[in-house]
């Protein structure tokens, strides 16, 4: 069965300055991958995906993610953080060639510091 | 406007007072899901649909029943709650069946408060 880690339980960071949010998965061939994110009092919304081609995939509010095969990461990045972006963010996993039920990171809380 | 549709949005019961949930998608998703999210714990499936009257256990089902009699509605019924159900619940659907890569919609999530 696949299973997801998220690291980081929090982030700090200022808001202007980069960001790095750590998913790694456990999974036999390439799943699929997703990230969420959770603003205050919100369910969550699709930020991007991947699924096959470029492993630099895009997505909504200004957010990237890069697959990288090799270590088995999948992790979300933004080059300036505005104070709009304090959000849960959520990374999820679905096999690719079986049950198309997703698999959940435990969350990573990012604080925008002004 | 595509989306899922939780209510209440709020609730306070006391113990052992049923209650039900319920979740509606207007997307004619196969699949829909129950979660719960506590501080600490992430995300945690209580019970998921693949389709009308197919229903299954997620990894947190006790103390939980769901029903799934229309394509569109997945009720949670809670039939004697108690105070750690306590919790944020949420309602969530996708394209099923050969639809591995689509994403999860979900609802904007049912505060529940058991005293």
């Known amino acids: 069965a696949q299973s997801v880690t998220q690291p980081d339980i929090h982030i700090t960071v200022s808001e202007g300055a980069s960001l790095e949010l750590r998913c790694n998965y456990s999974?036999?061939?390439?799943?699929?991958l997703f990230w969420y994110v959770q603003s205050p009092g919100q369910g969550l919304q699709l930020l991007l995906k991947?699924?096959?081609?470029?492993?630099l995939v895009q997505g909504i509010k200004g957010f990237e993610a890069e697959f990288k095969r090799s270590q088995s990461s999948f992790n979300l990045r933004k080059p300036s953080v505005h104070w709009s972006d304090a959000a849960e963010y959520f990374c999820?996993?679905?096999?690719?060639?079986?049950?198309?039920?997703?698999?959940f990171g435990r969350g990573t809380s990012l604080i925008v510091h002004p | 406007e595509a989306q899922v549709t939780q209510n209440p949005r709020y609730l306070i019961t006391v113990t052992g007072k049923k209650l039900t949930v319920t979740c509606s998608q207007n997307m004619n998703h196969e699949y829909m899901s129950w979660y719960r999210q506590d501080p600490g714990l992430g995300l945690r499936q209580i019970y998921y649909?693949?389709?009308?009257?197919?229903?299954d256990k997620g990894d947190v089902p006790e103390g939980y029943k769901v029903s799934r009699k229309e394509k569109r509605n997945f009720p949670l019924i809670l039939e004697s709650p108690s105070p750690n159900q306590t919790s944020l619940y949420f309602c969530?659907?996708?394209?099923?069946?050969?639809?591995?890569?689509?994403?999860?919609?979900f609802g904007n999530g049912t505060r529940l408060t058991v005293t």
């Open positions: 999820a996993v679905v096999a690719s060639g079986g049950s198309y039920i997703p698999t």
């Open positions: 991947y699924f096959s081609g470029d492993t």
């Open positions: 649909s693949m389709n009308v009257e197919v229903t």
């Open positions: 969530a659907s996708k394209m099923g069946l050969g639809h591995q890569n689509s994403p999860l919609h």
């Open positions: 999974y036999g061939a390439t799943p699929y």
